[in-house]
């Protein structure tokens, strides 16, 4: 299956992947999925997590299998049905499906937060629902399906250890990310870090808010000075912030990082294209405040 659809930059939209498991209806976003192939012979590993099937070399490369169906906690895959290979954060992983029924494009405001109609065991590692033809998919969250498993795949918080003692500073920094875990992490990395002037919220478009209620206010330079964001937000997405700010004479000069499980080639083209200063990979926690140093240091 074909799975590079162009999309524009800066459009709030993604393309989502409807794939079943165990009979339901999930969702991954396109831009996570190198290829999508038959099931085929794996090597199991022992002592793995139970949720890993095992190995296997497509084109001499080695990848690790994950049986959905055992994530959700519905029990243990059979062999056949369908392998959807992705790439974030670097990892290459295959994960192990029943069907794959086709590609939707959707805004991310059509996309809410998981509430009472899912199970406890879905809204641990769903990110949104989305309705299509009516009927509502669960987008799953495959980073933190990856964290759980093998937890040395998400941030490196050790790296700010490394960094030794450093001084305190009281530029302002404007988070967008929309997994709590992670918004915790990172604001948590970063004052570890001396940045303690920071402003956390879940979406781009609350960040946005914040950007035009400063504008009005006339502080701008006194609430925001520095802009991180994820890529993948329900609402607003931080492809759509960084055009919208980029494109405001007011707020073009604010630097822009994108700090992303999804920071590959094609992202970072699309990213580049939008005025983004720097894209990180979600891992790099130390190249993060590296980079921040960088930009504020030119800017002030």
């Known amino acids: 299956m074909d799975t590079k659809i162009l999309l524009e ?4 939209e993604l393309e989502v992947l409807e794939f079943v498991v165990d009979g339901n209806a999930y969702g991954i976003n396109v831009a996570k ?3 999508i192939i038959p099931y085929q012979a794996i090597t199991p590993v022992p002592n793995s997590h139970p949720s890993i099937e095992g190995i296997f070399m497509p084109r001499d490369t080695m990848i690790t299998a994950i049986d959905l169906k055992s994530c959700l906690q519905r029990g243990v895959s059979e062999a056949g049905g369908l392998f959807i290979i992705t790439n974030f954060n670097k990892l290459d992983i295959a994960f192990h499906v029943d069907a794959v029924r086709g590609i939707h494009r959707v805004s991310w405001k059509s996309i809410i937060k998981p509430g009472s109609t899912v199970s406890s065991a879905e ?5 949104g629902i989305v309705k299509l033809d009516n009927r509502l998919v669960i987008i799953l969250d495959f980073e933190k399906i990856v964290t759980d498993i093998n937890p040395e795949t ?3 918080i050790s790296e700010i250890d490394e960094m030794g003692v450093r001084g305190r500073s009281n530029i302002p920094i404007l988070i967008a990310e929309d997994s709590v875990l992670l918004n915790r992490l990172i604001v948590d990395s970063l004052k570890q870090a001396g940045y303690e002037n920071l402003t956390h919220t879940a979406n781009g478009q609350e960040a946005y ?5 400063a504008k009005r206010n006339g502080t701008l330079k006194e609430t925001v000075q520095c802009i991180i964001t994820d890529i993948e937000m329900p609402i607003m997405d931080g492809h759509r912030l960084t055009k919208l700010v980029k494109e405001d004479e007011e707020t073009q000069n604010i630097p822009i990082i994108i700090f992303s499980s999804l920071v590959n080639d094609e992202m970072k083209r699309k990213g580049e294209s939008l005025g983004a ?3 990180l990979s979600k891992p790099e926690i130390g190249n993060l405040v590296r980079v921040i140093d960088e930009l504020v240091a030119q800017t002030n």
């Open 33 to 35: 999925i190198k290829e």
């Open 9 to 12: 930059n800066g459009t709030n």
């Open 123 to 127: 809204e641990s590692i769903s990110t």
């Open 209 to 213: 808010n914040v950007i035009l209620e």
């Open 154 to 156: 998400g941030l490196k």
């Open 277 to 279: 200063n720097a894209q």
